[in-house]
Nanobody, 114 residues
Framework: QVRLVESGGGLVQPGGSLRLSCATS????????MGWHRQAPGKERELVAT??????FYADSVKGRFTISKNNAKNTVYLQMNSLKPEDTAVYYC?????????WGQGTQVTVSS
């Protein structure tokens, strides 16, 4: 059974930074795609970034501001978020696609407000 636990969310002022972490447990493969999604109140969940064996993808809205990375030894994926904007406010979820099955974490709240 694969489990994911996010951490690192919180309240930050516009222009600030946060680093989210997602620790996985259970058997996974280095080649598994991992990603971050977010869901703002009243909106659908949207893709933020993915990483697959070092290859990364970013939504246009976060390109140049967010960086996804992975520590294979720790089975942990990170999302470094810089130059945060109020529109980045959302619950952030990490996921992993393992053996054609999509696993999700419970989410962590990020609030960008002055």
């Amino acid at each position: 059974q694969v489990r994911l636990v996010e951490s690192g969310g919180g309240l930050v002022q516009p222009g600030g930074s946060l680093r989210l972490s997602c620790a996985t447990s259970g058997t996974i493969f280095v080649r598994d795609t991992m990603g971050w999604h977010r869901q703002a109140p009243g909106k659908e969940r949207e893709l933020v970034a993915t990483i697959t064996e070092g290859n990364t993808f970013y939504a246009d809205s976060v390109k140049g501001r967010f960086t996804i990375s992975k520590n294979n030894a720790k089975n942990t994926v990170y999302l470094q978020m810089n130059s945060l904007k109020p529109e980045d406010t959302a619950v952030y979820y990490c996921n992993i696609i393992h053996v054609s099955r999509n696993y999700w974490g419970q989410g962590t709240q990020v609030t960008v407000s002055s």
